[in-house]
């Protein structure tokens, strides 16, 4: 078993900004990492849909290549997230037992992928392919899907990297919405490589508390291992209502070691131009924090 760390080597919140690369995915992988750097991100959250049509096909070769490019630009691949857009037809929840064999053979696959690439995490959202089916309860597609974490969580226990169940908006899923859901199944696993994470847009929409309560709430008990930034509005940090400052001096509260990843679902003006927003105002933010 390799040694299990979620802590990049650099030191300092400004330091550990990371994009999630579907924002500028329309560019080749190269050139992705060529402006992600100018930008001043140091990772990549990478999504395994833009690495190939059908991700399936991508070979440990391929992820070596990929770990390879972004360290010639300065960067380290923080993650995947993202997992089950491509190829079309996972689900965890299905009826259909081959289909939920399928799905959690590519989740283990992805795990493989993300440490052969560097990674440290990997975010389970995928909304749709958890959702619950017609004439199925709340509780057996739950337990479909929670078979299929642990799954996942094994191999990623056994590959040092953390697989984080993904807490998501009630629009997207009823499967695992708030954070204490997301614990608990992650719990009830037991598993030391799978964990939680929140997303500061669907928190934002699902949580009681304000986001910067309940870091404090439930970072201590271990099981959050990372954190999305994006506005409820879908857009970048900072182009909307939502204020930031709170939350990373939470993160900071709960001595936070890990990746602070954007994704924006609304790139305004475009993707690079959402991407540069981001990072000018969270650097910013740091900056006047003393967190950078």
């Not at 056994?158 to 499967?175: F, H, K, R, W």
Request: aromatic residues 8%; charged residues 20%; proline residues 6%.
């Amino acid at each position: 078993m390799s040694t299990f760390s979620s802590t990049p080597p650099a030191k300092g919140f400004a330091k550990r900004l990371s994009l999630c690369n579907e924002v500028i995915g329309d560019l080749p992988f190269d050139r992705q990492c060529a402006l992600a750097a100018a930008l001043g991100y140091t990772g990549l959250e990478v999504a395994p849909f833009t690495l190939a049509d059908d991700p399936t096909t991508i070979s440990d070769r391929d992820a070596e290549q990929v770990r390879a490019v972004a360290a010639d630009h300065g960067l380290a691949i923080s993650g995947l997230h993202w997992l089950l857009v491509k190829p079309a037809g996972f689900s965890m929840t299905s009826p259909d037992e081959p289909t939920r064999r399928r799905t959690a053979r590519w989740m283990v696959r992805c795990v493989e992928l993300c440490a052969l690439m560097g990674g440290h995490y990997l975010v389970h959202g995928s909304g749709k392919q958890r959702s619950v089916w017609p004439g199925q309860s709340h509780a057996d597609a739950l337990a479909l899907a929670t078979e299929c974490w642990a799954e996942a969580g094994a191999a990623a226990t056994q590959a040092g990297v953390q697989y984080c169940v993904e807490p998501l908006s009630v629009d997207q899923t009823s499967i695992i919405n708030t954070v204490e859901q997301g614990m608990a199944v992650v719990r009830n696993i037991n598993q030391p490589g799978l964990r939680t994470m929140l997303d500061t847009c669907s928190g934002g929409k699902t949580e009681a508390l304000p986001l910067e309560q309940v870091i404090d709430l439930h970072w201590p008990s271990g099981l959050l291992a990372h954190i999305q930034f994006n506005d409820r509005n879908l857009r970048a940090p900072g182009q909307g209502d939502d204020r930031f400052a709170p939350i990373l001096q939470a993160l900071a509260r709960q001595s936070y070691g890990g990746w602070l990843a954007v994704e924006p679902f609304d790139y305004r003006p475009d993707g690079p131009g959402s991407a540069a927003f981001a990072a000018g105002y969270l650097r910013g933010t740091l900056q006047a924090l003393g967190l950078d």
